[in-house]
């Protein structure tokens, strides 16, 4: 049975999109079968896998509304992984889907009928709490929470933690939190250093080890519809990707404690 980790944060801009392909492709470089699923309607997964979403014939979308079956909509990438992709019109499927069946449990049950055929799939998932984020949660076993290492950090970390709370109790009680990985971190910036600290003083149980630096190449390689380790294998991003990888790998979930509130 695969891993279905959730990689989502409800502040934007925090790195959710380039940990989830960026792992994909560290992960399927180590040798295991990975499928990406984009649920955000932007499709910036999708577009960094080096799919070009006019192209496609069926996304995430198609599925979420029962209009096709995930088999159709998963296509392999250049880069040893495979997507789930998305489309602009996914936006629209929050009003569609207010008047299906189980509607929070649309992607859950479509991951079910290929859940054999990989080892681990990430959901890239969007920068809001909506219909596409509870799917996500509902059909995950595990949750990533990339956190980025600015003043603003803590903000929303508790409504996140609710929100994953109460999926827990209704809709998905194999439901367990991963950890939290600092992203875009600035070693040389005090700010950063402070809120490292107290992610580490808050979260000491649940916190990533490796840390995922601002680079250069890391911020240059969506713009050529690659994962980071395609473009730059040697860079600082590349590295720190393929040690949270191996990290997440060693992790289990297993008798984690929960994390605290903040306040």
């Known amino acids: 049975m695969a891993r279905i980790i959730a990689i989502t944060n409800q502040k934007g801009g925090v790195g959710k999109t380039t940990t989830a392909i960026n792992l994909a492709s560290s992960l399927a470089h180590a040798g295991y079968k990975v499928l990406l699923i984009d649920t955000d309607p932007q499709g910036n997964a999708t577009v ?4 070009a979403m006019r192209e496609l014939e069926a996304t995430v979308y198609e599925v979420l ?27 629209g499927a929050q009003v569609e889907m207010t008047q299906l069946e189980a509607r929070d449990q649309r992607l859950d049950r479509a991951l079910s009928d290929i859940s054999e055929g990989f080892d681990i799939m990430l959901i890239d998932c969007p920068p809001v709490l909506n219909v596409l984020t509870i799917n996500a949660l509902t059909a995950a076993t595990e949750v990533l929470i ?27 009680p194999k439901l367990e939190i991963l950890g939290l990985v600092r992203t875009m971190y600035d070693g040389r910036n005090n700010l950063a250093i402070e809120v490292s600290e107290q992610l580490q003083e808050h979260f000491p149980d649940n916190l990533f080890r490796t ?6 190449r890391l911020a240059e390689a969506p713009s050529y519809g690659k994962p980071v380790l395609e473009y730059d294998q040697q860079c600082a991003g590349s590295q720190a990707y393929l040690a949270l990888a191996s990290e997440l790998l060693r ?4 008798n984690r404690k929960p994390l605290r509130n903040i306040n």
Do not use: W
């Not at 509304?65 to 936006?91: C, M, N, R, V, W």
């Open 48 to 51: 960094g896998s080096g799919i």
């Open 65 to 91: 509304l029962g209009e096709t079956s995930i088999a159709q909509a998963i296509i392999p990438t250049e880069y040893k992984f495979h997507i789930l992709p998305s489309h602009p019109d996914l936006a």
């Open 146 to 172: 990339p956190v980025q290492c600015e003043y603003y950090a803590l903000e929303g970390l508790t409504s996140l933690m609710e929100t994953i709370r109460r999926v827990q109790q209704g809709l998905n």
């Open 211 to 216: 840390l995922i630096p601002r680079n250069v």
């Open 251 to 254: 992790r289990n979930t297993v």
